[in-house]
């Protein structure tokens, strides 16, 4: 019997449908299939069956066709202790996580399944076609792991052994509990409404009152699970909450829920006026789908953060130090100081200084910057980046939990664990709310107990249901939650969680100069001959100088370079060589020649003479980044006033802030002197300290609000609120708007919640409310706060 | 509990039906969509949107060919239930894979397929939620042995409005099996495929299919 080229359901005897698929007739077990595959074919998306082809048919590959590399690395999977680190034992075999890339439908995943399950000694395959992760069950000893792994590489997808940390697994294992709970919810709803939706609106659909008794039988049914497994939590909440003595929303939604399904089984059974079943499972579910989306921005966050972990490739080429051979090793093996290389398209397993080759590295995983950057021999290059151009070997200079991606990561966490101040009173305010709600209830039902007690219970419950405060305690985690992935995604990284807060309050930022403000990076910016050419000048100048380690030659930038022999290096003068012959100095010019002319001008002027005469001035400087001037100019706008503090004694401190129009600048001061002038400023003002060096240490600690830019120190970044990750000045109004547009939603979020809450109050409190409608009205409001929050998901410009 | 017409047997029916339609359309959306990381939840829900709404528009149709005939025909209310009757039981010999009567009606109902089954070839793969609910409203009228049986008996109702609602809340009950976005579905697909849950979800049907039979009977 053959089975349906479309669905994959046995084609019954006596059918006898075709249809040329992929260049073959194809059997189909009936005219839907048929009508779908014509549909899909004639649309030209005949391809889609290209990764449903049978076993049979599927091309195979050899081993052999796959590169060398591949399969060093693939025999590499059965090495022991590679096995022991990525598995895990279990009573019939090894188990492992695998993130398979290239799955674009259904029917990759279901292909994947089907091979795997074919080799003897597998015992489990699943994968998860959302998360992309396979898990395998399987006994080494009958089909080795690199087997498997080929197999999945020769279908065209690539597996990578997968290891997340552990937060993220236990974040996974509650969204995953989460989802269930959810889908029970929606389901028990669906039903329980549609049970509930002809005693509401009489003899709708054929269906008579007195069937009344069945419909609540079969929503006590439906409605049990929803209370035990799906409305759980709550339950488990309101628990901690009573012994800890500590009001929280949990405890009015217990109540509501655990009150109203007690309620409504006492009602089927004595054949009462009202049950809630429908109300109490629609409860459930919008407060359950409001935690969902929340708990789903979280997830993604640390996902994009433990991108970094997942991009880490298993295994490296390493060099033998004497042989120079270059042999396969797991990553887990390496030592600092080991040479290793990488090909291009690979991922840098390790932090390390280029020892030979270059090429261009994408380094958007950690900074955000798209563009790949030029790395030339002897710079440094981060771990968790693409090589794009060519080979490189690296001298490991951090591995693991060292490098420098890692340190980042661990950053990110403080700022989750971080409450911020707004979180910590919107909580406090949410206490209060609850104890006023369960008093108000206590008496509204006392009050309609008098008044009418047919009515007390479901006006009570209307009461507890509506007022519930989810939107009040969603209003500002969601808020924040969108803003810093926002930033993140930008290459701005926020590492404590006060910081969003506190920049709306300030108004002083404070730049450090060196490094911050400019790049770092000394320039030449004036030539003033005095003979021969300028062009000549220059050339004889940089062939020198390209002789010489020091900071000044970096701002020597010419070619062709003239031959030079003999230099030697005069420490804090100059230096002396033979270029084509002649010979010439550059330095100081007391250095250069004895009797030296006047400076042009003021500033850091280098001489270039031969023998005793004078050829040309040098002006070096320190350039401004290209967006200091922009960005002064928008924080400024921005109702921030722009100092500077620098270590710099030259007069290049105020030449710079006449032209950045700084409100204030000094230069000439220590760290000490630093940190005692922030000190001496009002911590109202939250002032903003920029900064990137070993000297702004200190300093940045001390700030209410630390900012380091991207090229600072390791040490600098990990004293900072804020990272700027993209290395650029102009990301900081970004940032400052990005803060005070998260004040303001949170503003309208809390400000919305409360309103919503006390103008139903009345309502509910009236009997103008029934339950379900509380339970609608009160999702609304949630969502209201939620979606509200997402639209800082983008960062305004 | 003695008229089968209501909304909940719709539901009933379309839930347990697509045990059928889940290898025949269930993820084809995702599948056929653009995007790699599979489509959005609006495209699902707008394909749905406009399967369930061409669904309805046929029910409306029946219901009004049933009006027709009730109000002409004073036992053609009797002759359409049993008709419909023995339409569902069919479909439980469908699902089981034991009767291909039905395939009759598809074959049948495949001309209009054909008509406007072009309409169609623009909007895959699927890039927006518009293209979705076009092709919903297109793929809608799909031939297909379940969607027959029950318009047939979603036609003894002899109510245009009452019908439709019935064709609806048919397709409603599609999208638990059809929409894969759900954490469970694979288990979900896994476990309605072994033979005694389609024995039973048959079964089930054809009990429908009886009772449609036997209801005024049994007042």
Request: a neutral charge.
């Amino acid at each position: 019997m053959t089975d349906c080229f479309h669905c994959g359901a046995s084609v019954p005897h006596n059918v006898q449908i075709q249809l040329d698929i992929l260049g073959d007739a194809r059997d189909l077990c009936c005219v839907g299939c048929e009508a779908v595959a014509t549909a899909i074919v004639q649309s030209g998306s005949e391809s889609f069956y290209r990764y449903r082809t049978d076993v049979s048919e599927t091309p195979e590959f050899t081993p052999a066709s796959l590169p060398q590399s591949m399969q060093m690395e693939l025999s590499l999977y059965d090495n022991q202790d590679v096995l022991d680190e990525l598995t895990e034992t279990t009573t019939s075999g090894r188990q492992i996580s695998l993130i398979i890339e290239g799955i674009t439908c259904a029917a990759c995943a279901w292909l994947i399944e089907k091979q795997l399950k074919q080799f003897s000694g597998v015992e489990f395959v699943n994968l998860n076609l959302s998360q992309h992760k396979l898990q395998l069950r399987w006994q080494q000893d009958i089909t080795p792991l690199s087997e498997l792994i080929n197999r999945i590489y020769a279908l065209g997808f690539k597996a990578q052994p997968y290891s997340p940390d552990l937060a993220q697994q236990q974040l996974e294992s509650e969204q995953k509990k989460a989802t269930q709970r959810l889908g029970l919810a929606a389901l028990g709803m669906m039903q329980a409404v549609m049970f509930a939706l002809p005693l509401y609106v009489g003899d709708w659909g054929g269906i008579l009152a007195k069937y009344e008794t069945y419909f609540r039988f079969a929503s006590l049914i439906i409605t049990t699970p929803v209370v035990l497994y799906s409305a759980r939590p709550f339950f488990v909440a309101f628990w901690r909450d009573l012994k800890t003595r500590h009001l929280t929303m949990d405890v009015p939604v217990a109540i509501a829920i655990g009150g109203a399904y007690l309620a409504s089984i006492w009602s089927t059974f004595s054949l009462g006026d009202e049950v809630y079943f429908d109300a109490v499972c629609m409860f459930t579910f919008f407060l359950l789908a409001g935690r969902f989306l929340e708990s789903r921005a979280r997830l993604k966050n640390c996902e994009a953060g433990n991108q970094l972990a997942s991009v880490m490739p298993r295994s490296t080429l390493r060099i033998h130090p004497k042989e120079k051979t270059e042999t396969v090793v797991p990553v887990s093996q390496l030592k600092i100081g080991d040479h290793i290389r990488i090909l291009p398209g690979s991922t840098l397993v390790a932090d390390g200084i280029i020892v030979e080759g270059h090429s261009s590295i994408d380094e958007s995983i950690i900074t955000g910057e798209f563009l790949p950057i030029q790395k030339q021999l002897g710079d440094r290059v981060i771990g968790g980046s693409l090589n794009v151009e060519s080979p490189i070997t690296l001298q490991i200079t951090a591995l693991d939990k060292d490098m420098q991606i890692s340190t980042v990561m661990s950053l990110l966490d403080r700022a989750t664990a971080d409450k911020p101040r707004i979180a910590v009173l919107a909580d406090q305010i949410a206490q209060y709310f609850v104890a006023a709600v369960l008093i108000l209830s206590a008496l509204v039902f006392v009050s309609w107990s008098f008044i009418d007690s047919d009515k007390a219970f479901w006006i009570t419950l209307s009461v507890l249901v509506a007022t519930c405060p989810c939107a009040l305690s969603l209003a500002t985690p969601t808020a924040l939650t969108a803003a810093t992935g926002a930033l993140r995604r930008e290459g701005i990284l926020i590492t404590r969680g006060h910081v969003l807060q506190t920049l709306t309050r300030s108004k002083r930022i404070i730049f450090d100069k060196t490094g911050t403000l400019t790049l770092g990076q000394l320039n030449i910016e004036k030539i003033v001959t005095l003979k021969g050419r300028e062009e000549d000048a220059l050339q004889i100048a940089a062939s020198l100088e390209a002789h010489s380690q020091h900071p000044i030659a970096s701002a020597f930038d010419y070619s062709p370079l003239l031959t030079v022999a003999q230099v030697q290096a005069q420490t804090g003068a100059g230096l002396q060589g033979e270029v084509e012959g002649h010979e010439y100095k550059i330095g100081l010019a007391s250095y250069v020649i004895d009797q030296p002319p006047k400076a042009p001008d003021n500033g850091h002027w280098i001489l270039l003479a031969s023998g005793q005469t004078a050829l040309a001035w040098f002006l070096l400087s320190d350039q401004l980044r290209p967006d200091a001037a922009s960005t002064i100019a928008a924080l400024k706008k921005s109702g921030l006033d722009c100092e500077m503090l620098s270590g710099d004694h030259s007069e290049q401190v105020q030449l710079i802030a006449n032209k950045l129009q700084l409100a204030k600048a000094q230069g000439a001061i220590n760290p000490a002197g630093k940190l005692n002038y922030i000190s001496t400023l009002s911590q109202k003002d939250a002032t903003i300290m920029v900064g990137d060096g070993i000297n702004d240490v200190p300093v940045l600690a001390q700030a209410p609000v630390s900012i380091a830019v991207g090229s600072a120190s390791d040490l600098a970044k990990t004293h900072a609120d804020v990272i700027l990750m993209a290395n650029q000045l102009q990301h900081l109004p970004r940032l400052m708007t990005q803060a005070r547009r998260t004040a303001r939603v949170i503003k309208q979020n809390l400000v919305w919640a409360l309103l919503y809450n006390t103008s139903v109050l009345p309502l509910a409190a009236l009997g103008l409310l029934p339950p379900y409608m509380a339970a609608i009205g009160m999702s609304f409001s949630s969502l209201v706060v939620v979606f509200n929050a997402l639209r800082l998901n983008k960062l305004q410009t | 509990m003695n008229e089968p017409l209501s909304f909940l047997s719709a539901w009933l029916l379309g839930f347990l039906g697509s045990v059928h339609c889940m290898g025949m359309c269930g993820g084809i959306v995702g599948a056929l969509s653009l995007n790699t990381k599979g489509p959005s939840m609006a495209i699902h829900l707008s394909y749905h949107l406009g399967r369930i709404f061409t669904y309805a528009s046929l029910g409306f149709m029946a219901g009004l060919i049933g009006l027709w005939l009730a109000s002409t025909h004073s036992y053609a209310g009797q002759v359409l239930r049993v008709l419909s009757g023995v339409m569902l039981v069919l479909m439980g010999g469908y699902i089981l894979g034991r009767t291909h009567l039905l395939m009759w009606f598809e074959k049948r109902g495949s001309f209009i397929w054909r008509k406007v089954q072009p309409l169609s070839k623009g909007l895959l793969p699927v890039r927006s939620p518009k293209h979705g609910l076009m092709l919903g409203l297109i793929w809608g009228l799909l031939p297909c042995g379940l969607i027959y049986s029950t318009l047939s008996w979603s036609l003894v109702a002899a109510n245009p409005l009452h019908s439709a609602g019935l064709m609806a809340m048919f397709g409603l009950g599609n999208l638990p099996a059809l929409l894969s976005f759900a954490a469970f579905a694979q288990q979900l697909n896994r476990f309605k495929q072994t033979p005694w849950v389609r024995f039973s979800l048959a079964s089930l049907i054809m009990a429908f299919g009886a009772w449609t039979i036997a209801a005024p009977w049994l007042n």
